[in-house]
């Protein structure tokens, strides 16, 4: 069994900044692409960013620029840091991972429980 454990949310004033965390522990042979997606109320989910296993980002055009993906794979973990938070970032955050959990397996997908990120205007 495999679990995501995502940290860092809170409430914030526009401008400032929060860092997200997102540990995935458990039966894990290999972690591919790891991102963050979010969902404010009444809109559906969106990525946010994303990073694969080489480090490649790829960003939504909302957040280029103020957000910053990294990842250590040493410890399975991915961050988001978010920088200039704009009221419009308010939503649960979610993270994601694409896990191989054993030898021959496919890949599946992993889904955190979300942390609630409020920018106060």
């Known amino acids: 069994q495999v679990h995501l454990v995502e940290s860092g949310g809170g409430l914030v004033q526009a401008g400032g900044s929060l860092r997200l965390s997102c540990a995935a522990s458990?039966?894990?042979?290999?972690?591919?692409?790891m991102g963050w997606y979010r969902q404010a109320p009444g809109k559906e989910r969106e990525l946010v960013a994303a990073?694969?296993?080489?480090?490649?980002?790829n960003y939504a055009d909302s957040v280029k620029g103020r957000f910053t993906i990294s990842r250590d794979n040493d410890k399975n973990t991915v961050y988001l840091q978010m920088n200039s938070l704009k009221p419009e970032d308010t939503a649960v955050y979610y993270c994601?991972?694409?896990?191989?959990?054993?030898?021959?397996?496919?890949?599946?997908?992993?889904w955190g429980q979300g942390t609630q990120v409020t920018v106060s205007s």
């Open positions: 990073i694969t296993s080489g480090g490649r980002t």
């Open positions: 994601n991972a694409a896990i191989t959990e054993m030898v021959f397996t496919p890949v599946s997908d992993y």
């Open positions: 458990g039966s894990i042979l290999s972690i591919n692409a």
